[in-house]
């Protein structure tokens, strides 16, 4: 089996890939040229030189089609985007282009060179907005309230789209918060567990967070990337959710961080700056088709999932100040305190 990755640099991608490749497929990934390129996920899996990549640009179709003739694959898996919410409202019509159209310009190259590949998009709960009825599955109504959540509901009515139109195998797995100790600094959990393992070993004094009352559903990537490859195995596409069925807020994840290292809880603090201008106030998933047509279900209960990510936080810093040199994200990134931010009254 041949497959191509688009978003192997992220989280989620780096997780299919290792998943792929153990399973004997051959791997191709695409990556976004920079100057500076971001491969660090990849090298702590020790796979960068198992992964055939190739250059393409999400904005060209251009490069898309000669991706896929270069790679030739049995499936494809689009996981790139712009997945940092509250910069999708700093930058909404690029996250647009890159989170939305770019999966219409994914499917259309997929379409011209060979309709017979398998496509998985992967969706997002940030499609169902501030919805009503919980738990959320396949069919509850979506109405996103961020630039980011726009553009990964044209991303699956697109999915749908070519299904539909084309006969095409197109799937869209709506994932609810995928969490890992690969997780970008960027988000909430990361920047919670990176932080406490700061301040238990002496390198920060405090942790300073948004809206702490939002509740998600978070689960770990690695049983995720289970269900997905489920997915493609079905003889015919279907969408799926992807969760936990359990949530809690934000600050029961930093009190739980905290506690788990031994840490007062007066060491969080919050700051509007890190607020969104809207938020979703709680997301909670069903998946109870997957579990009835995939056999699929979470293992990893929450306080788990914390303990997990915090645990190797603090292993990162405490090899990082014993002089180790490892692949990382966190000691290059810059101060929060000192980007300038939208501040959202």
Excluded at 62 to 85: G, H, M, R, W
Excluded at 132 to 153: C, H, Q, R, T, W
Excluded at 338 to 343: A, D, G, P
């Amino acid at each position: 089996m041949r497959v191509l990755l688009s978003g192997v640099t992220g989280q989620v991608g780096a997780y299919m890939a290792d998943f792929l490749l153990k399973k004997g497929y051959k791997v191709f990934a695409t990556f976004r040229r920079a100057s500076s390129p971001n491969f660090w996920r990849i090298m702590t899996f020790g796979i960068e030189d198992k992964i055939e990549l190739i250059p393409a640009d999400l904005t060209d179709i251009t490069s898309l089609i000669e991706a896929i003739k270069t790679s030739d694959p049995d499936e494809i898996y689009n996981f790139a985007a712009s997945s940092y919410v509250a910069d999708s409202f700093e930058c909404p019509l690029a996250n647009i282009d890159i989170t939305g159209n770019a999966v219409m310009r994914f499917l259309e190259a997929t379409r011209i060179v060979n309709k017979d590949i398998k496509f998985f998009q992967m969706s997002s709960s940030e499609q169902y907005g501030n919805s009503k009825d919980f738990p959320l599955n396949e069919n509850s109504p979506m109405n996103p309230v961020s630039p980011y959540g726009i553009a990964k509901l044209m991303g699956h009515h697109a999915i749908n789209t070519y299904r539909q139109s084309y006969g095409m195998f197109t799937v869209a797995g709506i994932i609810f918060n995928t969490e890992s100790p690969l997780r970008g600094l960027d988000f909430v959990t990361r920047k919670i567990t990176n932080a406490v393992a700061k301040i238990k070993l002496g390198l920060q004094d405090e942790l300073v967070l948004g809206n702490v009352y939002a509740i998600r559903d978070w689960g770990l990537v690695s049983e995720y990337i289970e269900g997905i490859a489920k997915m493609m195995e079905l003889d015919e596409p279907q969408d799926f959710v992807l969760a936990t069925g359990e949530s809690a807020t934000v600050l029961k994840f930093a009190h739980m961080a905290t506690q788990h290292v031994g840490l007062d809880e007066s060491v969080i603090k919050t700051d509007k700056k890190y607020s969104r201008p809207i938020d979703i106030n709680k997301l909670q998933g069903d998946y109870t088709k997957a579990n009835t047509l995939l056999d699929w279900a979470p293992k990893t209960k929450f306080n788990d999932l914390v303990k997990l990510m915090v645990d190797a936080d603090l292993k990162r810093w405490q090899d990082y100040l014993d002089g180790k040199h490892f692949p990382w994200d966190a000691y290059l990134y810059p101060n929060e305190a000192k980007v300038l931010r939208r501040i959202n009254n």
